[in-house]
C-alpha cells in the first residue's frame, strides 16, 4: 500500500518533477493505487490502520492554506516561526508521527519521498529521516 499525503495534489501530478529527486523510481507516481489523505489526522488514521501493508509514503509539507507564506523561501528560521501562528499541522508532523508511531512498534519503516515544493519543508522531513 502507498500513501500519499498532499492537500490538493494527486499523485500523477508529481510525474513532471520528481524524477529530479529520485530519478528512475519516478514512475511509482504513475504505477498502481495510491490511498490518498489530505491532513494529518487523516494521515494518522491511515497509519494506525495500515501500518503493516504500507510500502511507500510520499509527503507534501503544506497542509493548509496558511501554511503557504513567502517565509518558506527564505530560511528554515523565518518559516518556522510563521507556523507557530499556525494551528494545522503539517507534513512535517505528520512525518514525526510516523517515526515515532513505527519505533513504538519497532517495525521498518516504509520507503519515504518528499514531493512537497516548498524547499524548507522538503528538507525538514528529510532530514527528519537521517
Known sequence: MKIFLDDIRDPKECLGY???RIGELNPIY?????????TYDEFVSAINKYHNHITHVSFDHD?????YHESMYESQESYDNHLKSVKEKTGFDCAKALKEFYKVKEIELP???VHSMNPVGM???IDLFK
Not at 30 to 38: D, H, T
Not at 63 to 67: P, R
Open 18 to 20: 520528481m524524477h529530479r
Open 30 to 38: 504513475a504505477q498502481g493505487e495510491w490511498y490518498i489523505v489530505r
Open 63 to 67: 497542509l493548509a492554506d496558511n501554511h
Open 111 to 113: 520507503t519515504m519521498f
Open 123 to 125: 528538507q525538514k522531513i
